[in-house]
C-alpha cells in the first residue's frame, strides 16, 4: 500500500469503496449520487427539447437557427466532454463531479432568463460546459468502485435514471411549463446544487485512481534513486509517461479507441435526432399539443428505465455483446413502425416500445466506454471518445437532419436513418468487441 492509499484509507468510506467483492454503503452512496447525475442529466436537456417550440417563438427564431445556436452552445460541450475526464486523471474523480455540479445548478437558471437569444446561447454555452463531464466522471467512479459481476447492471441503472429525468421534465413540462412558461420550467432543476454537497460528503476517491498515483510516485523514486524497475513496472511506465493522446493510439490501445469512438459517435447521432427534434416533429407533423407530447415524454423515459435496467441486468447474466445487439435491434424495428403511422394511439404503443431498446442500448454502451482504457488514461480515453462523438453526432449530424426536414417538409426521413446506425453498431460491437463481464478492470487493460 502507497502513501496516498493509506492517507485515503485512513477513512471508512475509502475502506469500504476498496471492497472488490461485497457491496457496502458506499458503493450504494456512490452509485445513487451518478444516478441522481443522470437523472438531472436527462431533465435538462428534455427540459430544452419540450421548450423548444415555445422559445423560438418568444425570441423569433426558426429551425435552421435553433440548430445553429444548438451547435454552438455544443461546443462548450465538446470542450468540457474532454477537459473533465482529462483532468480527472491528473486530480481525481471525486472532487470534480461535485465541481462541475455546482456549476451546472449555478448556470440553469442564469439561461432560464435570459433576455435575448445571444444571451441565452452564451448562457447554454457555460451550462454545457459544466454539464458535459458530470456523467462521464460519475460513470468512471461506479466502475471503478464496484464489484465487477456487478458493474455493467449498476452502470446501466444509473444510466436509466435519465429517463426518470427525462419523465420529470415531461411533468415539469406539463404542470409548469404548459402553465407559468418555458423559463419557470427551466428554474426548477437548480435544486441540483444539493447533489453537489451530497457527493462531496458520500464519495470517496477511487482506489483504483489512487493507486495508480502510488504506482507513478513508487516508478519517479525508484528511476530518481538510480535502481532498475522490475519488468511489470518498465513495461507499465513505458506506457504511462507518453502524453494520454498518444496512449490512445499506441499499439495497444488503437482497437480499443476506435471502437470506443465508434460507439460513441453512432450513439450521438441517434440520440442526438430524437432529443432535438421528436418534441416538434410530434408537434408541428402529428398535431400534438405540448400537453399531449409531454406526457407521452412522461411514459416514453419511464419504459426506457426498464430498458436500461433490463439492459444491465442482461449485460452481466449474458454479456456485454448481446445485451448490446438485442437492444439495438429491439429497438430498431420499432423505431421503423413507428415512423410509418399516423394513428395516435400506435404513436403511443410504438414509442414507447422502441424507447425500450433506443434507451436500453445506452447502458451496455456507456459500460462498453468505462470499461476498455486502463486507469491511467480512462478519463482521457473516454473523453476523446465522446467529445468526437459530441462534434459528429451533435454539431455534424444536425446538418444532415435538418437537410432532410428541409427537403422533405418531414423529419421522417431523419428519423429512418436511426435504425440504420443501430443496426451498423450491432454489427460492428458483435464482431469486434470482446467480452468484458465479469471481469476486473486490471483484467481488461492495464
Same mark, same amino acid.
Given at each position: 500500500? !502507497? ?88 486530480? !481525481? ?35 454545457n460546459f459544466a454539464l458535459s463531464g458530470e456523467w462521464a466522471l460519475g460513470s468512471m467512479l461506479v466502475a471503478e468502485t ?160 426498464? !430498458? ?139
Amino acid at each position: 500500500m !502507497g502513501p496516498l492509499e493509506e492517507l485515503h484509507s485512513q477513512k471508512e468510506n475509502f475502506r469500504n469503496a476498496s471492497q472488490d467483492q461485497v457491496v457496502t454503503k458506499t458503493h450504494w452512496h456512490i452509485a445513487v449520487a451518478n444516478g441522481l447525475g443522470w437523472g438531472f442529466d436527462g431533465m435538462d436537456g428534455v427540459i430544452f427539447a419540450l421548450a423548444a417550440p415555445l422559445f423560438m417563438v418568444e425570441f423569433g427564431v426558426g429551425i435552421p437557427e435553433l440548430r445553429s445556436g444548438g451547435q454552438i452552445a455544443l461546443i462548450a460541450s465538446v470542450v468540457g466532454i474532454y477537459f473533465w475526464p482529462w483532468l480527472a486523471d491528473k486530480v !481525481g474523480r471525486r472532487t470534480l463531479l461535485a465541481v462541475n455540479i455546482a456549476m451546472f445548478s449555478f448556470f440553469m437558471p442564469v439561461a432560464a432568463w435570459a433576455p435575448t437569444w445571444t444571451t441565452f446561447i452564451i448562457a447554454r454555452m457555460f451550462l454545457n460546459f459544466a454539464l458535459s463531464g458530470e456523467w462521464a466522471l460519475g460513470s468512471m467512479l461506479v466502475a471503478e468502485t464496484w464489484p465487477a459481476r456487478l458493474r455493467g447492471r449498476v452502470l446501466s441503472i444509473n444510466r436509466g435514471t435519465w429517463c426518470l429525468g427525462a419523465s420529470m421534465a415531461g411533468l415539469i413540462s406539463t404542470y409548469v411549463i404548459a402553465v407559468y412558461g418555458w423559463r419557470w420550467g427551466m428554474t426548477v432543476p437548480v435544486v441540483i446544487a444539493v447533489l453537489g454537497i451530497y457527493v462531496r460528503s458520500s464519495c470517496p476517491e477511487s482506489p483504483y485512481w489512487v493507486r495508480t498515483q502510488d504506482r507513478k510516485r513508487r516508478i519517479k523514486e525508484t528511476l530518481a534513486q538510480g535502481r532498475t524497475l522490475d519488468a511489470a513496472d518498465a513495461a507499465w511506465n513505458k506506457k504511462a509517461e507518453k502524453f494520454s493522446y498518444m496512449q490512445l493510439f499506441a499499439p495497444d490501445m488503437l482497437k480499443s479507441t476506435l471502437v470506443g469512438t465508434f460507439v460513441a459517435c453512432c450513439s450521438t447521432c441517434i440520440f442526438g435526432t430524437v432529443g432535438a427534434w421528436m418534441p416538434l416533429y410530434l408537434k408541428t407533423e402529428m398535431g400534438w399539443s405540448v400537453a399531449q407530447y409531454s406526457t407521452f415524454y412522461v411514459a416514453w423515459g419511464l419504459v426506457g428505465a426498464l !430498458g436500461l435496467v433490463t439492459s444491465g441486468i442482461l449485460a452481466d447474466m449474458i454479456g456485454r455483446r448481446p445485451a448490446f445487439v438485442i437492444m439495438l435491434i429491439e429497438g430498431a424495428v420499432f423505431i421503423t413502425l413507428w415512423v410509418f403511422t399516423k394513428d395516435f394511439t400506435l404513436l403511443w404503443v410504438y414509442g414507447l416500445l422502441w424507447s425500450v431498446g433506443f434507451l436500453g442500448f445506452w447502458g451496455p454502451s456507456t459500460t462498453l466506454t468505462a470499461e476498455i482504457f486502463p486507469t491511467r488514461i480512462r478519463g482521457s480515453g473516454n473523453g476523446f471518445c465522446w467529445s468526437v462523438a459530441w462534434v459528429v453526432g451533435f454539431m455534424l449530424w444536425p446538418f444532415a437532419t435538418v437537410a432532410m426536414q428541409q427537403a422533405t417538409g418531414s423529419f421522417a426521413a431523419a428519423f429512418l436513418a436511426i435504425p440504420i446506425f443501430m443496426i451498423a453498431m450491432a454489427i460492428g460491437v458483435w464482431l469486434v468487441v470482446p467480452e468484458h463481464a465479469g471481469k476486473e478492470l486490471n483484467e481488461i487493460s492495464v
